[in-house]
């Protein structure tokens, strides 16, 4: 909601466009504030704060105030963004899939290409050069490093995940230049990732990092992957963090496998898949 009153800002009025920087500099008085109140302090009529909610879209002023509690509510702290102490197991279900949907969309937006291919041909030298490819990732971007290191191993790289500080910081004083780290992480702050990430670039390693813009480690690494969402790093239990890390894995697991190209790939998935039946029951 925040996003559509800045992107429509240009094309307002400028009274309207005096409320509309109102609503993005405190949005939550906003959501409580009477509308008198709310027309002094942008300087306008209080027809004009209508005029500005119907303008974006909603059918007044007590329709737009309560969206927008309903975009800037916290609810509860440590399970997931907009969620209410008194929501039912359907309105639980529906917040969680459109706040990973929406992060999905607007990662589709304004994820930078450039470093994604970046990080592709890294990655994918590594298939011709036989060098290494470590993924690094504390506590819940841990499991995701685990993952990431599931999906690559089976395109016949040289692959290998940790989540313990001293392991990430012993391997990466042992790889060199030819070698890549990937590390993963919600909040970019980590202490033991980034002594991990500044040694690798010492010895040589090319370092793509997954993380949040603005982050000390967003800085620190070679190549960054921005994985932007307004879900707060502090949070108990990230939940949109951590499917938006899956699915940058996933994207680059593909590109590079499209680079190693299927003539080289099928026949070894195959092959595993044939080995795997065994597995399985019939």
């Not at 409320?19 to 008085?29: H, I, Q, S, T, Y």
């Not at 002094?40 to 005029?51: C, L, M, Y």
């Not at 932007?228 to 590109?255: N, Q």
Request: glycine share 8%; charged share 20%.
């Amino acid at each position: 909601m925040l996003e559509r009153v800045k992107a429509s800002l240009p094309s307002l009025a400028p009274a309207e466009q005096r409320v509309g920087k109102l609503v993005l500099g405190d949005p939550r008085a906003f959501a409580n504030l009477p509308i008198s109140v709310l027309a002094d302090r942008a300087h306008v009529s209080k027809p004009t704060v209508v005029r500005f909610c119907r303008s974006m879209g909603y059918d007044g002023l007590s329709d737009f105030k309560l969206k927008l509690a309903g975009s800037v509510n916290e609810g509860v702290p440590f399970i997931h963004r907009s969620v209410d102490a008194d929501d039912k197991t359907g309105d639980v279900m529906v917040k969680v899939i459109d706040n990973t949907v929406a992060a999905f969309l607007k990662y589709r937006n304004d994820a930078i290409t450039g470093a994604i291919e970046k990080a592709v041909i890294t990655l994918a030298e590594t298939h011709t050069t036989g060098r290494r490819i470590e993924f690094y990732g504390a506590g819940n971007s841990g499991i995701v490093a685990q993952d990431a290191q599931h999906k690559f191993f089976r395109l016949g790289l040289n692959t290998i995940a940790y989540s313990d500080g001293h392991m990430q910081v012993m391997s990466a004083s042992m790889l060199g230049a030819g070698d890549c780290v990937v590390i993963i992480s919600n909040s970019g702050r980590t202490r033991d990732l980034m002594d991990a990430c500044d040694i690798a670039r010492k010895n040589g390693v090319t370092t793509i990092v997954i993380t949040t813009s603005g982050s000390p480690l967003a800085s620190a690494g070679n190549i960054h992957l921005a994985a932007d969402h307004p879900e707060g790093f502090d949070k108990y239990s990230p939940m949109v963090s951590r499917l938006m890390h899956l699915m940058i894995v996933d994207i680059l697991a593909t590109c590079v496998a499209l680079r190693i190209g299927g003539s080289k790939l099928q026949p070894m998935l195959q092959g595993m898949k044939n080995n795997l039946r065994s597995k399985r029951y019939a």
